[in-house]
């Protein structure tokens, strides 16, 4: 019997004009949009150095930290130069804000680094991040020289303390961490592709209408052929199970024609990643279609109305993890870091972003392992949901 569902609910689905359109072509209509739409930039524009100001005051003079980074930061002969810094007093930085001649300056006060930004953008995000990371480094910093003045002093009251050699250990400590921020810039990371990983992304969840369908179609309150479905003794988690597989190997089509036509066609450069991009892909699918399972078992509403529900879900999920704009991700995990971390758009996205800017995969497992337990959360509601389901009359 198990059989028997997959194959009649794998030609149901192929046999859906609406659902291939949405799983199939609409993705890669949405592809080819981008790329007509942001293929000038990418062939105009490559990174620009970004403009900001330091305010040259005591503070900033008293601190090596912070000085020796943003100098290296800012050395032309450095090829992982981001900024183009000046030093100037807190006035001059002020008007060359007003007058745009920055992106925003960096005010150094009581042991803390103040920015100051006049707008919402990728420059702003990136100088925000920048010093989000360099804070993350000096405190790390901080505790080795601590811990190593506590050694020093224990072991020996009479030497003199090498506090040169202490900060020496402790910048090659951090030097040597491999959670860094990787500089490929120049090679395959750009703008744009955030907005392909976000298209890959919702093309995962894009592929809950099928699971939708499908569950829809096994529901004695939707359809004849759900009525004949319930009244049968086979098991209904075993229905449910080959729905959901007939699905996935729809969607593994859908996201097959995607991957060929941006790498083939439109020429998008995923970097030598991309087995770990199909394998997040293939992922984010099974989280889609488990969406779909639950949005169609526990909502006793019209399809019209499941539809208009999942639809909802997507876009949603899709503007909140960077799809219109990527400051808008910076703003939600900083701000309300849960919604992103329960929302499986993001999640995908996020775990594609993880391969270009971290040496390691840690916050890629992350990802894959948030969206394996979203997975498996939404078909055990889903199965207790259609346990659940009684009727007077079929």
């Known amino acids: 019997m198990f059989i ?10 192929i046999r859906n004009k609406g659902l291939i359109f949405w799983t199939f072509a609409f993705p890669i209509l949405l592809g080819l949009f981008f790329y007509l739409a942001f293929s000038d930039i990418e062939n105009k524009e490559n990174f620009k150095q970004i403009d900001i100001a330091v305010i040259e005051n005591k503070e900033f003079q008293n601190d090596e930290f912070y000085k020796e980074a943003i100098k290296e930061l800012s050395d032309k002969n450095n090829s992982s130069r981001i900024f183009n810094t000046k030093y100037v007093s807190k006035k001059d930085a002020e008007e060359k804000l007003k007058n745009k001649k920055i992106s925003g300056y960096l005010e150094f006060t009581n042991d803390n680094v103040n920015i ?33 003045l506590i050694k020093s002093q224990n072991n020996s ?26 500089n490929i810039s120049n090679k395959n990371l750009s703008y744009t592709m955030i907005e392909y990983y976000t298209l890959i992304a919702m ?29 049968s003794p086979t098991s209904k988690t075993k229905l449910l199970l080959s729905s959901l597989l007939s699905s996935y190997l729809v969607q593994l089509i859908g996201l097959t024609l995607l991957f060929i036509f941006t ?12 087995p770990l991009v199909i394998a997040l892909s293939l992922v984010g699918s099974l989280s889609g279609l488990t ?18 529900i999942l639809i909802s879900v997507i876009m949603l999920g899709s503007f909140l993890s960077g799809m219109m704009g990527i400051t808008m991700k910076y703003v939600i995990d900083k701000n309300i870091p849960i919604i992103n971390k329960l929302n499986p758009v993001n999640m995908i996205t996020d775990g594609l ?34 346990r659940r389901q009684k009727y007077d009359s079929i």
């Open 263 to 274: 790498i083939f066609v439109i020429k998008v450069d995923y970097g030598n990643n991309l």
């Open 157 to 182: 009251y009479d030497k003199i303390i090498n506090y040169e050699k202490i900060y020496n250990n402790a910048i090659k400590i951090i030097n040597e961490d491999n959670a860094k921020l990787n």
């Open 353 to 386: 972003y993880s391969l270009y800017y971290y040496n390691t995969l840690d916050r890629y497992y992350f990802n894959i392992i948030s969206l394996v337990i979203f997975s498996i959360i939404m078909m055990i509601l889903s199965i207790n949901s259609l």
């Open 291 to 308: 969406l779909g399972v639950f949005v169609a078992s526990k909502f006793k509403v019209s399809e019209g109305s499941k539809i208009g």
């Open 203 to 231: 093309s995962c969840l894009y592929g809950s209408m099928l699971s939708m369908y499908i569950t829809n179609f096994k529901l004695a309150n939707m359809n004849s052929v759900g009525k004949r479905t319930s009244l």
């Open 116 to 148: 100051t930004v006049n707008s919402s953008g990728v420059n702003e995000t990136i100088i925000k991040y920048v010093v989000s990371e360099l804070k993350s480094d000096k405190k790390i910093m901080n505790d080795l020289v601590r811990r190593e």
């Open 4 to 13: 028997n569902n997959f194959k009649y609910s794998f030609k149901v689905l």
